[in-house]
């Protein structure tokens, strides 16, 4: 008996390290998701509409994880980037179309991020002409002179620190009762405010960017298909923590602003209103919280851009390379950090028309980004056995159909109400 037990202790411990030698893009990919911009959508929801959108968080949840776990089991049969593979089946036109939406949506969510760390810092005292270089210099210091098990530690570890809205959140004292029945019983508006926070919500959980660094991070961390068990674990637990945090994030401010009547317009804002309602440490914890995502957001948006640039055009990429062995790679890593934190240090930068045009940008890219996907993942010459199964694309293509229904209705809704 005791021989058996301990083989059977040994099958548990090699099967959790297994498990960790895998986790880290899932989780980090998803935990990107939540950045400045996500997180100021859900501090709106939460002021504007109480926990009236806990529900459609939770719908959220399983559409993220069927997207995220596709962009993985690519990346681990594949061992190519998502560049790579619409280079190589679609041609280097469609590659030119996608790669110059792609870049110029991420360089101007990039500049949003450095502008979370702003206003962040300023919370605390800090002026952006210290918060932005010293982070832009941090950000660039720990992938160019770093290995990937490095980054990705230091990446995972940040991610943690979300917990920080989890904490703020039950520090609220939300009515659990009424919580849960408004998400087992949710009570929809047809008006166009509460349509608009939908939508809006929709396009801030799930952006392409996203997708390419998960599936480059997964071939750069050389992730094996007798290993992908574990990578899909790591893909489900990152899904899970995006939605998790986003939760909370309502429930936080959904609970003190919304009933105050509180009117928000951003993350900050957020963060400062608590101040008087819940006090300083809840206010703290809330802005302690947008730095977080900022930050993990100015690491991952330049890193999935370099990721796509260099394998749309068959160039070396990789966290391990060296600027010798990948010039490109880490070239374009350096710039769009540069021009990130650059436009921040502008005087009167133009950040609200800044955030409207890369939301629209990243809009015009989700549904392009999507349909690819699928054409790619059930193309057996690629995949092989690995292709989607008929009740998966049932699942994922009306995933998709929604995802781009909303993804149009919120562009068009966003010019007939900003213009």
Known sequence: MRLVERIKSSFVNNRFLAVLS??????IAGNAGNDAGGIATYSIMGAREGYGLLWALVLMLFALA?????????????????????????????????????????????????????????LFGVHKNVSVPVSAFVVWFVVVKGNFKQVERFLIVISLIYLT?????????????????????????????????????????????????????VVDKGVRIDEYRYAKFDVYAGSFMTVFIAFFIVLSTGTILHPSGVVVDSAENAAQALRPLAGDFASHLFAVGLLNASFLAAFVLPLATAYGLSEAFGWESGINKTFREAPQFLGFYTAFIV???????????????????????????????????LRLVNDASIMGEFVNTKRMNVITWFTVAVLILLTVMLLVTSFVYTF
């Open 165 to 217: 809205y989890v904490f703020s959140g039950v520090l609220s004292n939300p009515p659990w009762r009424e919580v849960a029945r408004q998400i087992a019983v949710p009570h929809i508006r047809l008006d166009k405010d509460y349509f608009l926070l939908f939508i809006t919500m929709v396009g801030t959980t799930i952006t392409p960017y996203m997708q390419f660094y998960l599936q480059s991070a």
């Open 66 to 122: 069927v997207i995220q776990e596709m962009s993985a089991r690519m990346g681990v049969v594949t061992g190519k980037g998502f560049g790579d593979l619409v280079r190589e089946q679609f041609g280097i036109r469609v590659t030119l179309a996608i790669m110059a939406l792609f870049v110029f949506a991420n360089v101007t969510v990039i500049i949003a991020e450095f502008a979370g760390i702003a206003a962040s810092m300023e």
């Open 339 to 373: 021009i990130g934190a650059g436009v921040i240090m502008l005087p009167n930068a133009p950040l609200i028309k800044i955030m409207f045009l890369s939301q629209t940008i990243n809009g015009m890219l989700l549904p392009a980004v999507l349909i690819i996907m």
């Open 22 to 27: 895998v986790i880290g893009p899932g989780f």
